[in-house]
């Protein structure tokens, strides 16, 4: 059973009301209420397992639209409570009522099995569970028999485990590399 948006945007507000970082809150009329708060850090859990849990080194949280500012963030997504995969940004905004996230800025992001993906700019949709971006990526997916393919191209649609939805989008002209051995069925 999924939370609703509404009710999760709620939690983050008590959540950051109540000493979610080392500093005391700082609270401006310039555009609504704005809090700034340190070392960061949010978790989605349904029945005590963790789905997702996003950090930073800083966060400003408006109000007014529910918009959340961050620095130096990073993203654990679990499997069964167990991290799967790792996204890391200098920056990045996260709309509180939609669930969407824009990461940029040395956007970093990889599984437990090796799988890589390094791009400027990234999507992420909580409640679509995916990754998407338009920018110029690199995507390494080293194989069990080790090879290793590199993707170089524009555009990618990931599932949050960097597995392919569906198949491997990439919008624009591309290159694929892979190197290892290759063993083929005669």
């Known amino acids: 059973m999924r939370v ?8 983050i507000l ?5 000493a979610c970082g080392k500093e ?10 704005i809090q700034t708060v340190a070392d960061f850090r ?14 930073s080194d800083s966060a400003v949280y408006r109000e ?6 961050m620095t130096e963030v990073d993203i654990v997504f679990y499997e069964n409570d167990i991290p799967e995969s790792f996204v890391r940004s200098d920056t990045g905004t996260s709309d ?15 599984n437990i099995n090796g799988r890589t993906l390094d791009t400027d700019l990234l999507n992420w949709s909580d409640s679509l569970e995916t990754f998407e971006t338009d920018c110029l990526v690199t995507f390494i997916i080293p194989e069990n028999t080790g090879t ?14 960097l597995s392919a939805v569906g198949d491997v989008i990439v919008r624009d002209s591309f290159t694929s590399v892979t190197t290892g051995e290759l063993l083929f069925d005669e």
């Open 4 to 11: 609703q948006i509404g009710g999760l945007a709620l939690l």
């Open 14 to 18: 008590l959540l950051i009301l109540t």
């Open 24 to 33: 005391s809150a700082n609270w401006s009329d310039e555009s609504g209420q």
């Open 42 to 55: 949010l978790v989605q859990a349904e029945g005590g397992v963790r789905q997702w849990m996003l950090t």
């Open 64 to 69: 007014v639209d529910s918009l959340l500012f």
């Open 96 to 110: 509180l009522m939609d669930g969407e996230t824009i990461l940029w800025g040395n956007v970093h992001a990889e």
């Open 148 to 161: 290793i393919t590199t993707i170089h191209g524009r555009g990618v649609i990931l599932d949050t485990g």
